[in-house]
């Protein structure tokens, strides 16, 4: 299984960012995949954002949820995050994840590059 993000990488103060991650090797709606963007940021180190779970429900770290949306294409291998109202410590590195769960509770990650975002005016 293979990721790639994509957006851009300069966004303004109080603009939304939306990201894009490419899937492939799975499909979205594979059986036990759950879909997930973290980040890595200089205050706030690695921190999850959210997901998209295999069946479509989605799930925000409480931190963030007032701003984050993340949604899935029909085409069943593009996931995309929209962060509202950024400001310059949303700055960082942002990786889309495919998370499978394996019989006996194991997890396995498959990590797309990253994608360095800038917020600034």
């Known amino acids: 299984v293979q990721l790639q993000e994509s957006g851009p990488g300069l966004v303004k103060p109080s603009q939304t960012l939306s990201l894009t991650c490419t899937v492939s090797?799975?499909?979205?709606?594979?059986?036990?995949?759950?879909w997930n963007w973290v980040r890595q940021t200089p205050k706030q180190g690695l921190e999850w954002i959210g997901e998209?779970?295999?069946?479509?429900?989605?799930n925000y770290s409480p931190a963030l949820k007032s701003r984050t949306s993340i949604s899935r294409d029909t085409s069943g291998y593009l996931f995309t995050l929209e962060l509202s109202s950024v400001t310059p410590e949303d700055t960082g590195v942002y990786f889309c994840?495919?998370?499978?769960?394996?019989?006996?509770?194991?997890?396995?990650?498959?990590w797309g590059l990253g994608t360095q975002v800038i917020v600034s005016s």
């Open positions: 994840i495919g998370r499978l769960d394996v019989i006996g509770g194991t997890q396995v990650d498959f």
């Open positions: 090797g799975a499909s979205l709606t594979t059986a036990d995949y759950y």
């Open positions: 998209i779970t295999f069946r479509g429900r989605t």
